[in-house]
T-cell receptor, first 115, second 112 residues
Framework: GAGVSQSPSNKVTEKGKDVELRCDPI?????LYWYRQSLGQGLEFLIY????????KSGLPSDRFSAERTGGSVSTLTIQRTQQEDSAVYLC?????????????FGSGTQLSVL | GESVGLHLPTLSVQEGDNSIINCAYS??????FIWYKQESGKGPQFIID?????DKRQGQRVTVLLNKTVKHLSLQIAATQPGDSAVYFC???????????FGQGTELSVKP
């Protein structure tokens, strides 16, 4: 596609419910990244997929957070038993090969609100 | 997760003036640096990047300066316009694949 696509753009859920956030990377990009951005703050790295390698999960804040990437393309970030502190914008990005000197292309994010 | 900073510094400039946004990065082993612009409700948008073997790189109306001695990065915007109003983030690559670690961001406000 023309850019990184994320859905839904907004998600409101109740505390304790599970949510799934979707990311469609740019076609042909082998690397995919998830970041979290709390209000007025910077981007916090969550997880990174590169080709068929094991994902870098070093940024996931708890075991309630998980992500999959199926068929090397679409990715789903799942948050189980959501808490109010999970409220944030979740941003997905992709890059061509996941090399160290590549820029990341970001989607517009999913605004998650946990009531 | 990894991130830097909690409070967003702000910079207010007059339209037509030059802007300088500064960033202190954390890892002396980082070899790639990048600036992003984020407008309200949108994802970060690439502005300019620089590798560690350079100390200056110019784009259209923007210049990035890298000082590895003091681990400092700056973004200069010439003839700042109202459309430049946004939050600007620096990011570094620790040489861990494509993963970028972001700085805290600076909010640029341009007065007409």
């Amino acid at each position: 596609g023309a850019g990184v696509s994320q859905s839904p753009s907004n998600k409101v859920t109740e505390k304790g419910k599970d949510v799934e956030l979707r990311c469609d990377p740019i076609s042909g990009h082998t690397a995919l990244y998830w970041y979290r951005q709390s209000l007025g703050q910077g981007l916090e790295f969550l997880i990174y997929f590169q080709g068929n390698s094991a994902p870098d999960k070093s940024g996931l804040p708890s075991d309630r957070f998980s992500a999959e990437r199926t068929g090397g393309s679409v990715s789903t970030l799942t948050i189980q038993r959501t808490q109010q502190e999970d409220s944030a914008v979740y941003l997905c990005a992709s890059s061509l090969e996941g090399a160290t000197n590549e820029k990341l292309f970001f989607g517009s994010g999913t605004q998650l609100s946990v009531l | 997760g990894e991130s830097v900073g909690l409070h967003l510094p702000t910079l207010s400039v007059q339209e037509g003036d030059n802007s300088i946004i500064n960033c202190a990065y954390s890892n002396s082993a980082s070899d790639y640096f990048i600036w992003y612009k984020q407008e309200s409700g949108k994802g970060p948008q690439f502005i300019i990047d620089i590798r560690s073997n350079m100390d200056k790189r110019q784009g259209q109306r923007v210049t990035v300066l890298l000082n590895k001695t003091v681990k400092h990065l700056s973004l200069q915007i010439a003839a700042t316009q109202p459309g430049d109003s946004a939050v600007y983030f620096c990011a570094e690559n620790y040489n861990q694949g494509g993963k970028l670690i972001f700085g805290q961001g600076t909010e640029l406000s341009v007065k007409p």
